[in-house]
């Protein structure tokens, strides 16, 4: 199971959905494209640091502003969009 925890400060995206075997997982392949995608985008950015693992992205937002805000709101929407679509692939944990 993918587990995304979210937080002010942080998100952590791990594990893997086994919806199907490695390379035809359809749930993997999408929530990594949006990770993938916004750790390229936020690379370059001071606030924001990036740790990537085997199976495990980890963000840390230091600050966050008007264009980063924007941009979780976009992720987060898609990352709820799957694990609303896959439950017993994917869960999503939000802390306030």
């Known amino acids: ?47 924001v640091k990036i740790s990537v693992k085997k199976n495990s992205y980890s963000f840390q937002f230091l600050e966050r502003d008007e264009k980063l805000d924007w941009e979780l709101k976009f992720l987060l929407r898609h990352l709820k969009i799957i694990a609303s679509n896959y439950p017993k692939c994917v869960k999503f944990i939000w802390e306030e």
């Open 1 to 47: 199971m993918i587990k995304i925890e979210f937080s002010k400060s942080s998100l952590l995206v791990s594990g893997h959905a086994n919806f199907a075997p490695k390379g035809k997982d359809i749930v993997c392949a999408a929530v990594s494209a949006l990770v993938t995608g916004s750790a390229e985008i936020w690379k370059d950015l001071p606030f």
